[in-house]
């Protein structure tokens, strides 16, 4: 299984961010996992920012709650990430990783992530 | 949301020591849902343990896990060259998931 993170790397204050994580080698329908985004603003630690899961069911973090939206895309195999009215402080490398079930969703397969630096 | 606490943010070790990192959470986790992952620079996080104390695939026997309830360790026994890294623990019970900030284990 891969994971590939792909969208703009370069965001204006107050636009929307916009990235799409590509799954291969596993369906994202298959039943036991969750398709998770992370981020690591530089120099910081770990952020998890929301999952969707096999069902379509979504969580994300109380911090980010109504700025963010993440979807799956059955037909392309693949997570999307939105998060909108970015400013600087969302400047960071962004993951999509795998929660696995039988891990206790635990993140066992992440992608290699995207810089994403968010401009005045 | 549960906050992790981890402890020393930096570890200075010669290859060969033992190293003992520690994860303190601000309220119960259950065991279940405690796991630590490895970074590297210019890598992705790589899982290393999960359940509090069950190896990942891959993951070297030099690595144990420990701990319940507000008090989890990571252990290496003997630090190899390929362990210097930051490592990082996690309570994926959520949501929200939450990380600790980090311990970066770097060579004395």
């Known amino acids: 299984l891969q994971l590939q993170e792909s969208g703009a790397r370069l965001v204006q204050s107050s636009q929307t961010l916009s990235l799409t994580c590509a799954v291969s080698?596993?369906?994202?329908?298959?039943?036991?996992?969750?398709w998770n985004w992370i981020r690591q603003p530089p120099g910081q630690g770990l952020e998890w920012i929301g999952k969707?899961?096999?069902?379509?069911?979504?969580d994300y973090s109380p911090s980010l709650e109504g700025h963010v939206t993440i979807l799956a895309d059955r037909s392309r195999n693949q997570v999307s990430l939105r998060l909108t009215s970015v400013t600087a402080a969302d400047t960071a490398m962004y993951y999509c990783?795998?929660?696995?079930?039988?891990?206790?969703?635990?993140?066992?397969?992440w992608g290699q992530g995207t810089t994403v630096t968010v401009s005045s | 949301d549960i906050v992790l606490t981890q402890s020393p943010g930096t570890l200075s070790l010669s290859p060969g020591d033992r190293a003992t990192l520690s994860c303190r959470a601000s309220q119960s986790v259950s065991s279940t849902y405690l796991a630590w992952y490895q970074a590297k620079p210019g890598q992705s996080p790589r899982l290393l343990i999960y359940g509090a104390s069950s190896r990942a695939t891959g993951t070297p026997d030099r690595f144990s896990g420990g701990g319940s309830g507000t008090d989890f360790t990571l252990t290496i026994s003997r630090l190899e060259p390929e362990d210097f890294a930051v490592y990082f623990c996690q309570q994926c019970g959520g949501p929200p998931m939450t990380f600790g900030q980090g311990t970066k284990l770097e060579i004395k």
């Open positions: 990783a795998r929660g696995t079930v039988s891990y206790f969703y635990a993140l066992d397969v």
């Open positions: 080698g596993g369906s994202i329908t298959s039943g036991g996992y969750s």
């Open positions: 969707i899961d096999y069902s379509g069911t979504t």
